[in-house]
């Protein structure tokens, strides 16, 4: 499994909000600024996206996506001259009645979702991400056409399960445009999606992710890349934020998460299998990174799902 696949494999949605809106003609929407990443796509017609702190708007239209990390306030108009309105206001109008809306010629109609991702794995990809992304390529288009469709198709003609294939479109909409954001050449920011396009750099991380339990040093990585020590660890910590070994340890910390929240393993058969020589040894490594001790993190757990069984037992 490719790195990306790795961390999005990671990331838990708390929840998140997906279906289809219609901005309906000469109407411009403002919503304030949001936790989360949202990423829609336009079906039919099109509007202009203002970010606050952006001076330029997005022209999105039929075909185009955008993604929007935790960020500041932003709007969605057909007519960037049009007083916004508060979306709370106009929340209803936007969602209902979407079958016949989506079809008039002046209307704006967008599937999508709102993901509130936590987490490290959250952070790691949510820092890489510019204010806007946005896919507009033709070749771009051409590979989300399939989910937009469907998804388009499922929010105008609700079936049995459409909820769910929504939801689930929605995720796929998310993970699409986060892979044409990396494979998108024109970026030149730093950041660990950018690093993922890197030739060398890629070749490093992939071996941390693929087999993080081995004995990796900054010179067996350097090697990987095909790069002397010292400009490998320039070139990674300009890249990804962070130095190479430091990365690796809070890669294991989150494969380490992962484990003790999904799965039973113990706590000795999780540092082993991450290269430690000792429990103690994971210990001090995870509680530098997380914060806590990993049986802490581990009980933790154990209390939220024993609350979420009472939970689910109690009449309503």
Not at 80 to 93: K, Y
Not at 105 to 122: D, I, N, Q, T, Y
Not at 246 to 266: F, G, H
Not at 297 to 303: A, G, Q
């Amino acid at each position: 499994m490719d790195p990306l696949s790795q961390l999005l494999s990671l990331l838990k949605p708390e929840s998140y909000v997906s279906g289809g809106v219609v901005l309906n003609p000469q109407r411009a929407v403002q919503w304030p600024s949001h936790d989360g990443v949202k990423c829609y796509a336009v079906v039919s017609g099109a509007c202009w996206l203002s970010v606050e702190g952006l001076a330029e708007p997005v022209r999105l239209t039929a075909g185009d996506c955008y993604l929007l990390p935790p960020g500041p306030p932003f709007q969605l108009a057909t007519d960037l001259s049009l007083q916004p309105i508060d979306f709370q206001a106009v929340r209803t109008e936007m969602v209902s009645d979407i079958a016949a809306k989506a079809d008039e010629k002046s209307a704006c109609f967008l599937v999508g979702g709102h993901f509130l991702l936590a987490g490290r794995p959250a952070q790691m990809l949510l820092r890489s991400l510019p204010p806007v992304v946005h896919i507009q390529k033709s070749s771009d288009r051409a590979a989300m056409y399939w989910a937009l469709e469907r998804m388009a198709e499922e929010v105008r003609d609700p079936q049995p399960g459409s909820g769910l294939i929504v939801q689930q479109l929605a995720f796929m909409l998310l993970i699409q445009a986060l892979r044409l954001h990396v494979n998108d050449r024109s970026e030149t920011k730093s950041g660990w999606l950018i690093a993922l396009k890197d030739k060398q750099l890629s070749v490093a991380i992939a071996c941390m992710h693929d087999n993080p339990g081995h004995n990796w040093t900054l010179e067996k990585l350097a090697k990987q890349a095909g790069m002397s020590r010292s400009a490998f660890a320039k070139h990674f910590k300009e890249t990804v934020g962070t130095a190479p070994i430091e990365y690796l340890t809070q890669w294991k910390m989150m494969l380490a998460c992962d484990r003790l929240q999904n799965s039973d393993d113990s706590i000795l058969r999780i540092s082993t299998s991450l290269g430690y020589e000792s429990v103690s040894a994971f210990g001090k490594a995870f509680k530098r990174v997380i914060g806590c001790s990993p049986g802490r993190l581990s009980n933790k757990i154990t209390d939220r799902q024993n609350l979420s069984r009472q939970s689910s037992t109690t009449p309503l």
